[in-house]
């Protein structure tokens, strides 16, 4: 009998009490379960937000104990500013394992960095597998192009460093190595280059050309003291006595005159071009001069050597012109090119003619494309083109009289 204080005593069967409770004991079940199971609302926001991840299978001893000493509480805030639940335990952790040093960590990036250093001597450049063994092995030419074409320091160093170890040093390959733009530092280098100690693999004449290749070098590298004490050294003692001599190439010599005008300025170009009085230096001379010193330089040499031939007299008056800084380059490639101080206008030699021919004309192609910019080249254009019909006048009725004497002494033979 169910007594209540709304209702009057009413009958209730026993299936129907046995009903009642078993709902309300399965309802309490569930919502007890319910709500021990169910997340709270930070963590269903951190698992949304992809900010926690799943533990892995595969968890470290290290992650283990750490389980077991700190039961793990998902915090949304922590995710936020320590990010997920393993990079916590790797930063905040697993981190304490770690007792290496400063110092420690120096000694490893030394060894690491020396066994670098070693893979790399076995293979300067990947790119052309040449190691040290094929290096040694190449011809100067293709020795000289691969020096070129390297841009680390370091590998030209250590290029270096493998020539002198095995005494294969000459003066090409270190003026290769000297005039390659990447080289900076010329104390690194595993030799000594401002003594005039001797190096093995260089007699004396090839000691007096490093000291001009270096004056080319502290140019390039902006140290003028050094140029200047370079040449306040040899120049007088060394330098102008083999020029002098005609003991230099004219490399060796355009870089001397540059240098000298540049840095010394104790005499200038018509001093040299009187008292040496040699027409290869006055041309090398005019070769190695600014563009603000062409026109005079060639007035120079046109007065005092009067022993000059048409080709070179005609060259020096298309310098004497009005010519911007990109004619003077081109003029200058021109005159080093066929050698203006040693051209001969012979017809009688067939590499003379070839020379004089091919200068003609490129001298005309020059006063042509520079002939709209200087009125004066016209007027030259007509004196070159006058001497080209005289010179290959000259040039057959040579080979007409060569005829006629080889006819001579076949009749004269039959």
Known sequence: MLTTKASKNIPVSKSTLSFVTRFIWNDNNTLKTTKRDQPPENEVLADALNLLIKPS???????KQYSYNQKYKPSLYKSLTKGSISEQFNTDNITKFDYKSDKHQHINDMFVNNLIFGLKSSKLDSSKNLNHSAL???NTNDLSKYIKNVKDEHHLLEITQLFINH???????????????SVLNLKALPINLESMTPIHGLNSEDMIKLQIILLKKHHDLKHPINVIRNLKSNFNKIYLPLIEQQK??????????????EYLKQFNEEYYIENLNNIKTSFL?????????????????????TNLNKLQILFLKIAQSNNLPAQISDLKRISMKYKLYNISSSINDENSRKS?????????????TYSKD?????SLLEELALYRIEYIKDAFTSQFKEFDSLNKILEFNT
Do not use: G, M
Request: proline share 1%.
């Open 167 to 181: 005494s294969k040093v000459n003066i090409r390959f270190l003026t290769d190595i000297l005039l390659n733009k």
């Open 356 to 368: 004089s021919y091919a200068l003609i004309n490129d001298l005309e192609k020059y006063l042509v």
């Open 285 to 305: 001379i005019w070769e190695s001069s600014t563009y603000n010193h062409i026109k005079q330089v060639s007035s120079q040499i046109l007065q005092h050597h």
């Open 136 to 138: 040694l092995k190449l």
């Open 57 to 63: 299978s595969t968890t470290t001893s290290k992650n």
């Open 248 to 261: 230099l190439s004219p490399f060796y010599e355009r870089i001397i005159w540059r240098f000298v005008f």
């Open 374 to 378: 200087n009125d004066q080249f016209n």
